[in-house]
């Protein structure tokens, strides 16, 4: 492990809040340092208050920044004094101690500060720098951890036995630095849970640490337990998309709402899921308690989501402890699971958080394997596992999460993704929490999100074969298919029906019609598997009730699309798949409709361009945004009792009503 400190950096950043917020971000720079807002720094300064009296004040990460992306407005000042004071009492309770932080702010905006800001404040240095490294818990979480970090640090580090993160940890800390403190201290390892470096400026503070998990790193090297397997990549995967499905219902049922599941089939991933000792390793504590809240305590071996809740309920009775904590019921399922054949997958209520459990998981994978080579990987005490996954703070900060937004957890699939009402659709899902993966022909729905929720897939829909690869990438990605909006279609320019060209009459039906019959086939067992029910949305047309001259073509795929949908809504009733239809009219914030064209359609009636935009009963324009709102809206609730309906969106035409 290299230093990346750069003296040209540096002094970009002159003051020492900045220069803070600058190493910060190169402990961030390595993910096998910190991970996903893990770890934790902070600095010591002096600052005038409008009393015009001095404050010492400690400057700790505060939560929601990411120490990869920190700046100075990420760091919460707190009352020093106040925070080494709270350190000499005999006991607090940890709701008592976030109570005590957050009123101890200096500013009112800044972030809720570090549930290890004590532990920053006791450390009597300028700088600390905190990180969960990964090097170093392959050392730490071994059945001789203690006497292996002892050998390889000597005088340079104070050692701390494990203890859960909160008041009791720094207060251990409190009294066992002073105690093992020497002129070469240099650091303080925390056992099982991760590293400590400080100094009195930016850079050696960080250098310290740099150098510290560069020590693990080598003695790693010299065990031989630092080169990891890398197995070869198997070739030609099976088809795993409706056994995922399946696997991602149970677990949201358990979950008590939809969850996405992603899932990993990387050579790595599945030479770990196929160790004869997988069960043995995998249940034994997360590598350190930060990852905990993302992984849970122990992760699930196979597809018995049931017999894994079943042993959940029963272990959380046996040592539930207050129940005041028993209240806030965790929920029973897995977050991360180890499969033979689906690999390694990762759960969690959006698909940020299951992209999180994922590399989280991957990363406690190389520790797990590391610690192995060791001697033998062993995390925490049953106990100590328990207490991890019950901790209050976390408690709370799950039920500060407030209420997630209506499709929060489910997957939907558009075609026709990149542009103009698809387009619409995609962004609307994505608003109301879905995670959506886009289908298009064209490269650039592949560009359309840069969000772990959104997943482009160039695709000719009128090919089954490009179709199924899609439905595959899409619930490797996000576990399922929940919603289905079939949107893809062309409206071609205007043939009397005498000059009407069979070849195009064959295209146009090629993909207004027979590519969604396909389409619908492939998902059927998906939906079926969807936690909440399968939901279909069909883009028909005002055409289909009210054709137009020259549209004989678009006119009579829209309503065979019609027909096809109330023949689903018929079918698939019986597995909870509601399937509607919306029939959108004068819709012309799409590609089709340039500004020529627009002024030539109008002029050809004796229009204004605006009044032609607005010829509807309601004199109302229509968006593609109008349009994806009601998609979403009967993929919704308030729709959870109606299937087989159509539904306008033209502003009132005549024809229509
Ligand atoms: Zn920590």
Redo the contacts with the bound molecule.
């Keep these: 492990m290299k230093s990346l400190w750069s003296d040209q950096d540096a002094a970009r950043h002159p003051s020492p809040l900045a220069l803070r917020a600058y190493t910060s971000r190169l402990l961030g720079a390595d993910r096998t340092l910190v991970l996903h807002g893990?770890?934790?720094t902070s600095v010591k300064l002096r600052e005038r208050n409008v009393l015009g009296d001095e404050d010492d004040v400690l400057f700790v990460k505060g939560s929601g920044w990411d120490l990869a992306t920190i700046e100075a407005a990420g760091f919460t000042p707190l009352r020093l004094d106040y925070l080494v004071r709270l350190s000499k009492l005999a006991r607090l309770s940890d709701p008592e101690m976030v109570n005590e932080l957050q009123s101890q702010r200096l500013r009112a905006s800044a972030p809720s500060p570090s549930v290890?800001s004590i532990l920053h404040a006791i450390l009597p240095y300028r700088y600390v720098d905190?990180?969960?490294a990964d090097a170093v818990l392959a050392i730490t979480n071994t059945g001789d951890g203690r006497s292996r970090i002892e050998d390889l640090y000597g005088d340079d580090a104070v050692i701390v036995p494990y203890v859960m993160?909160g008041f009791d940890l720094a207060k251990l800390c409190a009294a066992e630095f002073p105690r093992q403190r020497n002129a070469r201290t240099a650091g303080m390892i925390?056992m099982g849970?991760?590293v400590f470096s400080f100094a009195d400026s930016a850079r050696e503070s960080y250098e310290r640490m740099i150098a510290l998990v560069d020590r693990a790193e080598r003695y790693l090297k010299r065990s031989k337990a630092w080169s990891l397997p890398r197995p070869r990549p198997r070739t030609a995967a099976a088809l795993l998309r409706v056994d995922i499905a399946r696997l991602r219902r149970e677990i949201s049922r358990h979950a008590g709402s939809a969850m996405i599941l992603q899932t990993r089939q990387s050579a790595a991933a599945l030479a770990f899921c196929r160790r004869d000792d997988v069960a043995t390793l995998a249940t034994q504590g997360p590598a350190?308690?930060?990852h905990s809240i993302r992984t849970k305590r122990i992760a699930m071996i196979g597809r018995d989501v049931e017999a894994y809740a079943r042993e959940y309920r029963r272990y959380f009775g046996r040592h539930a402890k207050s129940s005041a904590a028993e209240k806030i019921m965790l929920d029973p399922a897995p977050r991360v699971v180890l499969d033979a054949e689906l690999g390694l997958c990762a759960a969690g209520r959006s698909a940020k958080d299951a992209a999180i459990a994922l590399e989280i998981y991957e990363h406690t994978i190389d520790v797990i394997l590391r610690s192995s080579a060791l001697g033998g990987y062993r995390a925490l005490s049953a106990r100590d596992v328990f207490d991890v996954e019950y901790w209050d703070l976390e408690q709370a900060k799950l039920a500060l999460a407030g209420r997630p937004p209506e499709l929060a957890g489910e997957v939907a699939l558009v075609t026709g993704a990149a542009s103009g009402i698809g387009r619409a659709c995609v962004s609307a899902l994505l608003a109301r929490g879905a995670a959506v993966v886009g289908l298009d022909l064209k490269d650039s729905v592949t560009q359309l999100e840069q969000r772990p929720d959104f997943h482009g897939v160039v695709c000719d829909v009128t090919s089954a074969a490009a179709v199924e690869d899609a439905l595959e990438q899409a619930v490797r990605r996000f576990g399922g298919l929940d919603v289905l909006i079939l949107n893809a279609g062309i409206f071609p320019a205007g043939t009397p029906l005498a000059e009407a060209d069979l070849n195009a009459w064959r295209a146009l039906m090629a993909l207004n019609v027979d590519a969604n019959v396909a389409l619908l086939k492939l998902a059927h067992p998906l939906l079926q598997a969807a936690p909440a029910g399968g939901r279909v949305v069909v883009v028909g047309s005002k055409n289909v009730a009210a054709p137009g001259v020259g549209a004989a073509a678009y006119s009579a795929s829209k309503a065979a699309l019609t027909q096809l949908a109330r023949v689903a809504a018929l079918e698939w009733g019986k597995d909870a798949i509601r399937v509607n239809v919306v029939h959108p009219d004068a819709v012309f914030d799409t590609g089709l409709w340039t500004e020529q064209v627009l002024r030539a359609r109008a002029a050809s009636y004796g229009l204004s361009v605006d009044q032609y935009k607005t010829r509807n009963l309601l004199h109302a324009e229509i968006s593609s945004r109008d349009v994806a709102t009601l998609v979403c809206t009967l993929c919704g609730p308030a729709f959870s009792r109606t299937t087989g309906a159509q539904v306008p969106i033209d502003g009132g035409n005549d024809r229509v009503i």
């Design positions: 893990g770890g934790n290890e905190h990180t969960h993160p925390l849970h991760g350190t308690p930060d």
